[in-house]
């Protein structure tokens, strides 16, 4: 199946999914953003069609690919005519699909569950990809579109997918603030944070062979207060010895 897919949006998820979509065989119809240029920018690579948000939608698209901020769904939900016969997926992974159900056609999600940058196009064909539709006929359409850009596709409800993108910020985002956390210090003691990136690599790589809790490590593991103590004296900002103590004392707990 060969789709005409358009796109609300020109980010980081629409630009990485139009180049997915159109390595895959699809055509990249037509790319609408509130910044028209934007939408330019992206429709250019493929021979789009492109417009801002007071554009008409093309009917004949087989999907319209929502990808837009969480609060801006039901305004660009609006840019959707009633009678198009598209598929409708949004691509948030916060909020439920329920979010498309004023549009009276078809409508599902295809999410995925990476950290995307459009200056940096990556292959997702590793990437998990979480779908959802809202009757089994759209949901196989969806996983087919799916299935040609990623060999890791799982239905999963909204609730589910929700949890996902819960745990992903634990997992990353806040993973991310630690490593800034750790730069900044070794910047202001004049020290050099790329001395920490073999062991940043060896941990991850580690994930493969087991899971988190088994390759837990540090004084707080092994209940050395001694050095806890003596890390927290070595930190001048108060609020980075309390983020210390208190996940000190959760490792210690668990």
């Keep these: 199946m060969k789709c005409k897919i358009t796109f609300i949006g020109s980010g980081n998820i629409a630009t990485n999914l139009a180049y997915a979509f159109d390595k895959a065989g699809h055509t990249i119809h037509q790319v ?4 028209e240029s934007h939408a330019k920018e992206l429709a250019s690579k493929f021979g789009a069609y492109y417009g801002d948000s007071s554009s008409e939608l093309y009917k004949d698209a087989d999907f319209i690919v929502i990808a837009v901020s969480d609060e801006a ?3 660009a939900l609006t840019l959707v005519n009633a009678k198009c016969r598209a598929i409708v997926c949004h691509t948030s992974g916060s909020v ?14 295809i999410y995925p569950l990476q950290s995307l940058r459009k200056e940096e196009v990556k292959n997702v064909m590793q990437v998990p ?34 949890k996902y993108h819960l745990a992903a910020v634990f997992a990353n985002n ?37 899971k988190p809790q088994a390759w837990q490590t ?8 001694v050095v806890i103590d003596k890390h927290i004296g070595m930190l001048d900002d108060p609020a980075l010895k309390i983020i210390y103590k208190q996940l000190s004392e959760y490792i210690t707990s668990t």
Excluded: C, W
């Design 218 to 225: 540090g004084p707080a593991k092994r209940g050395d207060k």
């Design 96 to 109: 439920s699909m329920n979010v498309l159900s004023s549009y009276p056609g078809d409508f599902g999600v």
């Design 73 to 75: 769904y039901p305004q």
């Design 174 to 210: 806040f993973t991310n603030l630690m490593y800034s956390i750790a730069a900044e210090y070794l910047e202001k003691e004049g020290l050099n944070f790329d001395n920490l990136l073999p062991i940043i690599a060896e941990t991850a790589t580690r994930l493969k062979d087991d």
């Design 129 to 162: 990809f979480f779908i959802e539709g809202n009757n089994a006929n759209t949901l196989n359409k969806i996983k087919e579109l799916a299935d040609s850009i990623s060999n890791k596709v799982s239905e999963v409800t909204s609730e589910q997918r929700e």
């Design 32 to 35: 609408v953003s509130t910044h």
